[in-house]
């Protein structure tokens, strides 16, 4: 039977493969834009929640450094630099660069000592930065 | 028989001279798009994952703004009464400071950065536990009268939400007084406990 098929001499008619290619073309194009997009969103993805991830160590450094009565705003200064009036630095990791910003407010509560800790994690090319915020007791 | 019909008519359909390029081109279709179908909802799911994830570290510090802050507004209270100097004529007395005199309490606090709002948190005294600072006048030492804390223990729930999820935080203090120094000496979290919603 499948040598029957194979030896068929008639084949496809001039119309049948043109519409076949003009399915296909379509769809093949459709496919390939689904494809690239995913690819794009599933890379975005994946920054985004590396930066959540940086943010979180980041926030787990200055708690440390809390707990050790180290005054967070002499960590702000040897972890980040000043620049243009926020405190800013740049993180390397698996050949995509992240900018981080550290927020560290004192929040001026009369006879209560709390700092308010905001870190901004943004990819390099991304649109929404990731922002963990806390609060803490010094 | 049936089989045998059915097979002699699929062996004719095989042997038709007319092509099947248009069912082979819908089969494709078919199948690139079941393909496709299948990587969006792995994308859609995957999305929905980092989402929930982000929503729940967010919130989850927002809750340990709340539980900080409550252990700072109990420990200003605390140190507020360890200043005060009672004499032989306060010996024995009591008196309570209600939780709703405490800084923020029960209060939404908002948390933003340059106008954007990150979330907001709020704490509290957990249902059935000591709601108030209670304190009684002791001599400690000859001639020194201090209030001291009836209870060293609070239960404080703080809530931290975004306009997505909100996280819930349960933490036991105990608050250690050195009262001849009259200051806080630790402060010490007992029990912790997380809920998500």
Not at chain 2, 72 to 96: G, M, N, R, V
């Amino acid at each position: 039977m499948a040598v029957k098929l194979f030896n068929n001499e008639k084949g496809f008619s001039l119309i049948e493969v043109i519409v076949a290619m003009v399915l296909i073309g379509i769809i093949s194009a459709a496919f390939t834009s689904v494809v690239f997009t995913g690819s794009k969103a599933s890379t975005s993805h994946k920054l985004e929640l590396e930066s959540l991830m940086i943010a979180q160590d980041l926030m787990e450094e200055m708690r440390i450094q809390r707990d050790q009565d180290i005054d967070l705003l002499d960590w702000r200064a040897t972890r980040f630099a000043l620049d243009a009036g926020t405190w800013k630095s740049s993180i390397t990791k698996d050949g995509y660069t992240y900018e981080v910003t550290a927020h560290v407010n004192d929040l001026g509560l009369p006879s209560i000592d709390l700092i308010e800790v905001v870190i901004e994690v943004m990819y390099e090319g991304g649109v929404n930065p990731v922002y963990l915020a806390t609060r803490v007791r010094v | 028989m049936v089989l045998l019909n059915l097979l002699k008519c699929s062996s004719d359909s095989f042997n038709n001279r007319n092509g099947f390029a248009m069912p082979l081109a819908i089969f494709i279709i078919l199948f690139v798009t079941l393909i496709a179908g299948v990587m969006m909802n792995a994308l859609n799911n995957e999305f929905k994952t980092r989402a929930a994830t982000e929503n729940m570290i967010i919130t989850k510090y927002l809750a340990e703004a709340g539980i900080e802050h409550g252990i700072a507004a109990i420990s200003s209270k605390i140190e507020e009464q360890l200043a005060i100097p009672y004499s032989e004529l306060d010996y024995l007395t009591t008196h309570d400071l209600p939780f709703n005199t405490l800084d923020a309490y029960t209060q939404l606090q908002t948390v933003d950065v340059s106008g954007e709002q990150i979330g907001q948190y709020q704490y509290k005294a957990k249902a059935g536990t000591p709601e108030q600072l209670s304190f009684t006048i002791i001599e400690i030492e000859q001639e020194l009268y201090k209030a001291v804390l009836n209870n060293n223990y609070y239960t404080i729930v703080a809530e931290g939400k975004n306009s997505e999820k909100t996280f819930r935080l349960e933490a036991e203090v105990e608050y250690h007084v050195n009262y001849t120094s009259g200051q806080i000496e630790q402060v010490r979290i007992n029990k912790w406990a997380e809920f998500y919603d």
